[in-house]
């Protein structure tokens, strides 16, 4: 039997304690939250909650709230979340803007007992989130090891300690004011231990007195990295390759919308050639939650192991409404979706962009951009995520620069490939280039998607000679029709993603086909 993994951390309050793990997730934010009337109303109600948790407490926890309340009553927090209001952001990206530009400065600071107070604020911000959706942040079960990045003042006042349990944080200070209120309750703490991964209820054992954290066998420490390099943006592995009858080599990927989905990958499989992250993203709200992103994006890629996985971001709009967003003019088929909203809201690509960035630890991530048009739009969403990785790294928070491709949905960029220097590889959606090529709506689409084929095959025969020898994909309906394989091979294509269901059906036509589309002898 593995013996169990111990884990070097910082002591911040001694003693030992054991018991289940409990994982701290972010606050889910609020599905509609209206205007900047009812983030009054939730920082008032958050200030009353304070109050009601500093009745009775000792010196140094009234301090803390005292201090809590201060920020939430102070005229330029509330300013700057308006002027960002003002500015046509959602209200909740409002606040979480502004809440995260302050943490950013204090977590940045020289002074260890001024980045000490980055939880804090993070504390109050949560707070109000929690206050917006109606579900304030619940409590965890007595007896419990908190295990989390850190932890809000609050939450530690909040729990009864009388029944044991102890404290181990990813970050965290021994100068927090965690610390100081474990130290005085005498609250096994330990910080600095790195992330690591655990199940709820896994049994953990918190040694304060050493400074070390004991995880059941089977559980595993996750180093952090610095960011990297950009690599040449091959998404293609050997893993699940197959061969044409003349011993052309395929790759067939799987395509998925929802993370469980990822239970769909086999030996066999290549990788997630497309995942649709806006099916896992329904909410403003969702669109907001960084670490609940992060969660989704880090369990579809650990599943994968060492296969490739490309994420796509965010395409809402058009017959993808994201709730919360529904007064944004000309959410049409062709109007303000994809890229173009993305860009229009860069509050919304900002969130992804970080999560997405701290996910590419977890697994060979890659990043397309969904309904790109014109090259400069990559240009701009690739400064988005440079920004953010700049920050993040200024934060101490381990993450890594994807690949970072483009999906070739509009016949304007399919025509222009080779102007797009600055993407990593193409991905060819057929859907909507059928649909635009055509001129259907998107729920006519079928009648006219027979007659629009060869158009289509043309057009995607001229552009895969325009990527410059950057991998190439396709992943649209037509990759899971065996009827269009001929075609598309024809046109030089060598990496498929279909939906899981359709992969075995693609699998045997591709093997009874030459690399030219043609049928093998004796087939």
């Known amino acids: 039997m593995a013996a169990p993994l111990r884990l070097t951390a910082k002591s911040a309050s001694p003693g030992i304690a054991s018991g289940p793990a409990f994982l701290a ?21 958050s200030i009353g909650e304070l109050e009601r948790l500093a009745e009775g407490a000792d010196a140094e926890s009234r301090d803390i709230i005292d201090f809590q309340i201060e920020v939430l009553r102070d005229p330029s927090i509330a300013e700057a979340t308006g002027a960002r209001m003002e500015a046509d952001e959602n209200v909740v990206f409002a606040w979480v803007a502004t809440l995260d530009a302050y943490i950013g400065e204090l977590e940045t600071a020289d002074e260890e007992q001024m980045r000490a107070r980055a939880v804090d604020i ?3 911000r949560n707070r109000v989130l929690g206050a917006l959706a109606g579900t304030p942040i619940a409590d965890f079960p007595p007896g419990s090891v908190f295990v989390g990045k850190d932890m809000e003042p609050s939450r530690f006042l909040a729990h009864d300690w009388s029944k044991g349990g102890g404290i ?5 200070s021994t100068a927090g004011h965690v610390a100081l209120l474990a130290r005085a309750k005498s609250v096994p703490m330990v910080v600095g231990t790195g992330r690591f991964s655990a199940a709820d209820g896994d049994p953990v054992r918190v040694d304060g007195d050493t400074g070390a954290v004991i995880l059941q066998a089977g559980s595993m420490l996750i180093p952090p990295l610095a960011p990297a390099q950009e690599p040449a943006g091959d998404t293609q592995t050997t893993g699940g390759e197959l061969r044409t009858a003349d011993g052309v080599p395929i790759l067939l990927s799987i395509n998925i919308n929802d993370p469980a989905e990822i239970e769909a990958l086999d030996p066999a499989t290549a990788g997630v050639g497309l995942m649709r992250s806006e099916f896992s993203v329904a909410s403003v709200a969702d669109a907001a939650n960084e670490e609940r992103q992060l969660a989704i994006y880090r369990r579809v890629l650990e599943q994968a192991g060492d296969r490739p996985v490309t994420i796509r971001m965010l395409d809402i709009g058009g017959d993808k409404p994201l709730a919360g967003l529904e007064d944004l003019p000309a959410l049409s088929a062709s109007g303000l979706r994809g890229i173009r909203l993305l860009l229009a809201r860069p509050e919304i690509a900002r969130v992804q962009a970080r999560a997405l960035l701290r996910a590419a630890v977890f697994g060979r991530l890659s990043v397309m951009l969904p309904m790109v048009t014109f090259p400069d739009e990559i240009d701009r969403m690739r400064d988005i995520f440079r920004e953010a990785a700049e920050k993040l790294g200024r934060r101490a928070l381990p993450h890594r620069m994807p690949p970072i491709g483009m999906m070739v949905e509009v016949p304007a ?17 057929t859907n909507d280039l059928t649909q635009y090529l055509a001129a259907s709506a998107r729920d006519h689409i079928d009648a006219d998607a027979g007659k629009a084929a060869p158009a289509v095959l043309r057009l995607l025969a001229q552009a895969v000679k325009l990527t ?35 992969r075995p059906a693609i699998r045997s036509a591709i093997i009874g086909l030459n690399a030219d589309g043609t049928r093998a002898a004796g087939e």
């Open 25 to 45: 997730e972010e606050p889910k934010a609020p599905s509609a939250a209206g205007g900047y009337g009812a983030l009054e109303k939730a920082i008032d109600i």
């Open 468 to 502: 410059a020898g950057k991998p190439v994909s396709i992943c649209g309906d037509m990759a899971g029709d065996p009827r269009h394989l001929p075609g598309l091979l024809a046109a030089g294509l060598r990496h498929f993603s279909v939906a899981p269901a359709r």
């Open 413 to 429: 960029a399919a025509l222009m490939l080779d102007t797009f220097g600055s993407a990593a590889f193409f991905s060819f959606g």
């Open 122 to 124: 993070l504390d109050i």
């Open 168 to 172: 181990a944080l990813f970050a965290g």
